[in-house]
């Protein structure tokens, strides 16, 4: 069974750092692209980031491009979002997503999301 | 950018009754990237189809998907009491980025 676990959210305040883990199990790890997907309170899904399975090619939404670093320990089974320069905007739960089918090229990433994990909650305030 | 627009954004329905939900892409999503997602109150998301029409593992049959180029629907031919809850879909034929529909919530009437 495939199990996704995050970890790592907080209160943090403006222009601070936090570092999300997502464990994974129940599946080949290093076979499958991952992404975060964010939800800020009361509001709808906002990609954030995806990562290849080799860990090679990495993609960002406009948003965090520059702030947010996305990375994975196939070794582990985990995948990680280094945040950094935090804004009151970037309060949202974050989710760990797996990724189902298409592929991932050196530019684009073309996936759907057949797993989720139960999310993290990140609060940018002071 | 391909953006997506879901309507209505809430529909109010009664057990039993037929439910359409619809996604317009601001441009032809290719090879009919498109799928959809359920999500309850305080849970994560789950994926209903994907491929436009094709149902994900252990989805019911009256969930069903169409559409292709720009105009998609999810349909849900009886609602049952656990499917009131919020609907996204999400295109993954253009990236980055990929991008979500801003939600259909079926309320029940």
Redesign the interface.
């Known amino acids: 069974e495939v199990h996704l676990l995050e970890s790592g959210g907080g209160l943090v305040q403006p222009g601070g750092s936090l570092r999300l883990a997502c464990a994974a199990s129940g599946f080949t790890f290093s076979s499958y692209a991952m992404?975060w997907?964010r939800q800020a309170p009361g509001k709808?899904?906002?990609?954030v980031s995806?990562i290849s399975g080799s860990g090679g090619n990495t993609?960002?939404?406009?948003s965090v491009k520059g702030r947010f670093t996305i990375s994975r320990d196939n070794s582990k089974n985990t995948l990680y979002l280094q945040m950094n320069s935090l804004r009151a905007e970037d309060t949202a739960v974050y989710?760990c997503a797996k990724g189902?089918?298409?592929y991932c090229s050196s530019t684009?990433?073309?996936?759907?999301?057949?797993?989720?994990?139960?999310?993290t909650l990140v609060t940018v305030s002071s | 950018e391909i953006v997506l627009t879901q309507s209505p954004g809430t529909v109010s329905l009664s057990p039993g009754e037929r439910a359409t939900l619809s996604c317009r892409a601001s441009q032809s999503v290719s090879s009919s990237?498109l799928?959809w997602?359920q999500?309850k109150l305080g849970?994560?998301?789950?994926?209903l189809i994907?491929?436009a029409s094709s149902r994900?593992?252990g989805i019911p049959d009256r969930f069903s998907g169409s559409g292709s180029g720009t105009d998609f629907t999810l349909t849900i031919s009886r609602l049952e009491p656990e499917d009131f809850a919020v609907y996204?879909c999400?295109q993954?034929?253009?990236?980055?980025?990929?991008?979500?529909?801003?939600?259909t919530r079926v309320e029940i009437k």
């Open positions: 992404s997907v709808g899904l906002e990609w995806a993609y960002y939404a406009d989710y189902m089918l298409g684009s990433c073309y996936i759907s999301f057949d797993y989720w994990g139960q999310g | 990237s799928a997602y999500q849970q994560a998301p789950r994926l994907y491929g994900a593992t996204y999400q993954y034929g253009s990236s980055p980025p990929l991008t979500f529909g801003g939600g």
